[in-house]
C-alpha cells in the first residue's frame, strides 16, 4: 500500500563537499588539500554538536573529476576547491569552513522543511517573560536559550520570520504549543487567560512604528545643523 503524501518524512538536509582531488583527462590531483580535510573535520563535528538531532547527510566528492557541477550554480564561483554546499547553494569555498555559517544554513533549511513538533519555547535567561512563559509550560515543553545556543537563535528567526514577516522585530519568548505558533508572551497569556506585566527591558526595531524613523533622523540632523551654523559666527 502507497504511503500518503503527508505520511512521507522530509528528505534530510544535504550537505555537499567538494575535495582537491580526482582527474579530468590528462590532469590528476597527486597533492592533497590540507583544508579540504579540515573542512570535512569542521562539517563532521558541526553535525555532532551544533546540528545534532537534524537529519543530515555528508556527500564528499572529488572537485577535479566534477569541475563543472558546482561551477555552473553561481557565476564565477564555485571553482576552489573545498566547496560546501547546502542543498545545491554555495556557502563556503577556496578556505576552511565557517561553522556558524554551515550551522546557519542547515537550520533554516530544516526548519522550513520540518514543522515542530510537541511544545517549544524559545528564550533567553534574563527575560522575565520567558520565564514566566517556561514556569507555566515546564513539564510539557522544550525550552531553547537564544543566547546561549546559536542554533536556537537561528532555528526561531528562520521559522518566525516567514509568519510575521521580515521586517518585523523579533522578541522572545516565541512559543509554539502542540507543533501549532501561538506567538509571544502576549498571545500566550490570553490562552492562560492572565495578565501580562509591562517589560522595561524590551526594546523596539527602528523599523518598528516606535522606533526612530528616518524623518526623525533628518529632522534632528538638521538642528544639529542649524545649531552649528549660528555658533560659528
Same mark, same amino acid.
Given at each position: 500500500?502507497?504511503?500518503?503524501?503527508?505520511?512521507?518524512?522530509?528528505?534530510?538536509?544535504?550537505?555537499?563537499?567538494?575535495?582537491?582531488?580526482?582527474?579530468?583527462?590528462?590532469?590528476k590531483v597527486k597533492i592533497p588539500c590540507g583544508e579540504c580535510a579540515l573542512t570535512r573535520d569542521v562539517i563532521e563535528d558541526t553535525m555532532e554538536n551544533e546540528l545534532a538531532g537534524i537529519p543530515v547527510e555528508l556527500e564528499v566528492r572529488e572537485w577535479l573529476s566534477e569541475w563543472w557541477k558546482p561551477?555552473?550554480?553561481?557565476?564565477?564561483?564555485?571553482?576552489h576547491a573545498p566547496i560546501v554546499l547546502v542543498e545545491?547553494?554555495?556557502?563556503?569555498?577556496?578556505?576552511?569552513?565557517? +561553522? /556558524? $555559517?554551515?550551522?546557519?544554513?542547515?537550520?533554516?533549511?530544516? @526548519? !522550513?522543511?520540518?514543522?515542530?513538533?510537541?511544545?517549544?519555547?524559545?528564550?533567553?535567561?534574563?527575560?522575565?517573560?520567558?520565564?514566566?512563559?517556561?514556569?507555566?509550560?515546564?513539564?510539557?515543553?522544550?525550552?531553547?536559550?537564544?543566547?546561549?545556543?546559536?542554533?536556537?537563535l537561528y532555528e526561531m528567526l528562520a521559522r518566525v520570520k516567514p509568519i510575521v514577516g521580515p521586517k518585523?522585530?523579533?522578541?522572545?519568548?516565541?512559543i509554539w504549543i502542540d507543533g501549532q505558533y501561538v506567538g509571544?508572551?502576549?498571545e500566550l497569556a490570553k490562552r492562560l487567560q492572565r495578565k501580562v506585566e509591562p517589560n522595561p527591558e524590551r526594546g523596539h526595531s527602528s523599523m518598528s512604528k +516606535? /522606533? $526612530?524613523?528616518?524623518?526623525?533622523?533628518?529632522?534632528?540632523? @538638521? !538642528?544639529?545643523?542649524?545649531?552649528a551654523i549660528a555658533t560659528s559666527f
Open positions: 500500500m502507497a504511503r500518503r503524501k503527508k505520511d512521507i518524512e522530509p528528505r534530510p538536509v544535504r550537505i555537499t563537499l567538494y575535495r582537491w582531488a580526482g582527474q579530468w583527462g590528462p590532469f561551477l555552473r550554480l553561481i557565476p564565477f564561483k564555485g571553482y545545491n547553494e554555495i556557502v563556503s569555498e577556496g578556505e576552511a569552513l565557517n +561553522r /556558524g $555559517v554551515l550551522a546557519q544554513k542547515v537550520v533554516d533549511v530544516f @526548519a !522550513k522543511r520540518f514543522m515542530p513538533e510537541g511544545t517549544h519555547l524559545f528564550g533567553k535567561y534574563n527575560c522575565p517573560h520567558c520565564a514566566h512563559a517556561k514556569d507555566y509550560l515546564d513539564e510539557a515543553g522544550i525550552y531553547h536559550d537564544v543566547v546561549e545556543s546559536p542554533r536556537a518585523t522585530p523579533i522578541t522572545v519568548p516565541q509571544g508572551a502576549k +516606535r /522606533g $526612530v524613523g528616518r524623518g526623525s533622523i533628518r529632522r534632528a540632523a @538638521a !538642528k544639529v545643523w542649524r545649531e
